[in-house]
Nanobody, 119 residues
């Protein structure tokens, strides 16, 4: 079973920066993609950023130019560097990993990290 453990959330003033980490442990053959999602109170969950096995990245329009997703394959760790944070970035951020075991695809979720941006 794969587990994802997040760290790095917290409270920051507008314009500040935070970095989220998501460490994967367990047994898997390969990783297809890893994502960061967020959900603000009263809003639907949205995909913030994605990085594929090949290293391609995609971002939500609302975070382009401010957030950077990256992976350390040796450590099986996903990162989200968040710069120029805005109050509207306040949400619970969750990492997601799509992985393969014995030819089957599974998904795992992190526990969620609260990010609060004060104005």
């Amino acid at each position: 079973q794969v587990q994802l453990v997040e760290s790095g959330g917290g409270l920051v003033q507008a314009g500040g920066s935070l970095r989220l980490s998501c460490a994967a442990s367990g047994r898997f053959s390969s990783i297809n993609a890893m994502d960061w999602y967020r959900q603000a109170p009263g809003k639907q969950r949205e995909l913030v950023a994605r990085i594929t096995n090949g290293g391609s990245t995609n971002y939500a329009d609302s975070v382009k130019g401010r957030f950077t997703i990256s992976r350390d394959n040796a450590k099986n760790t996903l990162y989200l560097q968040m710069n120029s944070l805005k109050p509207e970035d306040t949400a619970v951020y969750c990492c997601n990993m799509e992985y393969v075991v014995l030819g089957k695809t599974f998904a795992a979720w992190g526990q969620g990290s609260q990010v609060t941006v004060s104005s």
